[in-house]
């Protein structure tokens, strides 16, 4: 069986020092756990101080929230997956929905950007979710399957079934509504299906994390619903009590 992931998106929040005082304390009141995988995505200049402080707990592993999709060169402001990988970096975000929306990142850079992340080592999650005005005209599966297939366009079955996947709906994501368990369920079970075509039937490696509003009070309810493995949680992730609450769930 796999075991449960929890990643923690702190966004634009978290610099270094904050960042190191976050761990002491979280990693004070959350002793190694066998039966757990615990995430941070930290904003790039507090990688290094996520890697150190969680050098000794393989059950702790840090990723980036963006990386550019060329390996180098000149792209002022942009981060490489090279040099995340050589930060200590083993994951990266691909497609959130605040680059797609915020930032107007495109189907076809998430591709690329997938595709960088492969040759440097690092596992990319890939999110997918729906707007409300897609939700509301039913298009919710045809949305996300599209992102889905678009972001691993470039990748063989075997890559594919050593990615992540998050479902994060647009519009619960920092807002404090979150999909019932049952609305959860049926996105991450369409997902699952078409994973098992681009896996060669491995769709049961890629573990499937939701996200949108997860809190302690929440997160229960939501890892319990059908293909759920996981919880990918922006707000509630950043005060380090809560959070080893969280993860405890
Ligand atoms: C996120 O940023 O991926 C997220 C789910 O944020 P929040 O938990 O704050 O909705």
Same mark, same amino acid.
């Given at each position: 069986?796999?075991?449960?992931?929890?990643?923690?998106?702190?966004?634009?929040?978290?610099?270094?020092?904050?960042?190191?005082?976050?761990?002491?304390?979280?990693?004070?009141?959350? &002793?190694?756990?066998?039966?757990?995988?615990?995430?941070?995505?930290? &904003?790039?200049?507090?990688?290094?101080? !996520?890697?150190?402080?969680?050098?000794?707990?393989?059950?702790?592993?840090?990723?980036?929230?963006?990386?550019?999709?060329?390996?180098?060169?000149?792209?002022?402001?942009?981060?490489?997956?090279?040099?995340? /990988?050589?930060?200590?970096?083993?994951?990266?975000?691909?497609?959130?929905?605040? *680059?797609?929306? !915020?930032?107007?990142?495109?189907?076809?850079?998430?591709?690329?950007?997938? =595709?960088?992340?492969?040759?440097?080592?690092?596992? &990319?999650?890939?999110?997918?979710?729906?707007?409300?005005?897609? /939700?509301?005209?039913?298009?919710?599966?045809?949305?996300?399957?599209?992102?889905? /297939?678009?972001?691993?366009?470039?990748? =063989?079955?075997?890559?594919?079934?050593?990615?992540?996947?998050?479902?994060?709906?647009?519009? =619960?994501?920092?807002?404090?509504?979150?999909?019932?368990?049952?609305?959860?369920?049926?996105?991450?079970?369409?997902? *699952?299906?078409?994973?098992?075509?681009?896996?060669?039937?491995?769709?049961?490696?890629? &573990?499937?994390?939701?996200?949108?509003?997860?809190?302690?009070?929440?997160?229960?309810?939501?890892?319990? =619903?059908?293909?759920?493995?996981?919880?990918? !949680?922006?707000?509630?992730?950043?005060?380090?009590?809560?959070?080893?609450?969280?993860?405890?769930?």
């Amino acid at each position: 069986m796999r075991h449960p992931v929890f990643a923690a998106n702190w966004k634009m929040n978290q610099a270094p020092a904050d960042a190191k005082a976050f761990l002491k304390q979280f990693m004070a009141s959350y &002793p190694r756990q066998q039966d757990r995988q615990v995430l941070f995505f930290p &904003p790039a200049l507090s990688v290094s101080v !996520v890697v150190d402080a969680t050098k000794d707990r393989p059950d702790i592993a840090v990723g980036v929230q963006n990386i550019h999709w060329e390996d180098a060169g000149a792209f002022t402001g942009e981060t490489s997956a090279p040099m995340s /990988r050589a930060a200590g970096a083993r994951f990266v975000l691909v497609g959130h929905s605040e *680059r797609r929306h !915020v930032f107007g990142e495109t189907e076809e850079q998430t591709s690329l950007k997938v =595709a960088a992340a492969f040759r440097a080592g690092l596992v &990319p999650m890939i999110c997918v979710g729906e707007t409300l005005a897609q /939700r509301e005209s039913g298009d919710t599966n045809a949305v996300i399957i599209r992102q889905l /297939r678009a972001a691993l366009a470039t990748l =063989a079955p075997n890559q594919v079934a050593n990615c992540m996947v998050a479902y994060e709906p647009v519009w =619960a994501i920092g807002t404090g509504k979150t999909a019932t368990p049952d609305d959860a369920a049926t996105a991450h079970r369409a997902l *699952r299906l078409e994973l098992k075509g681009l896996t060669n039937d491995r769709e049961e490696a890629v &573990p499937i994390l939701y996200g949108g509003s997860v809190n302690r009070g929440n997160a229960g309810v939501l890892l319990a =619903a059908g293909d759920v493995d996981g919880l990918l !949680v922006g707000g509630a992730s950043l005060e380090a009590d809560g959070w080893s609450g969280l993860v405890r769930t």
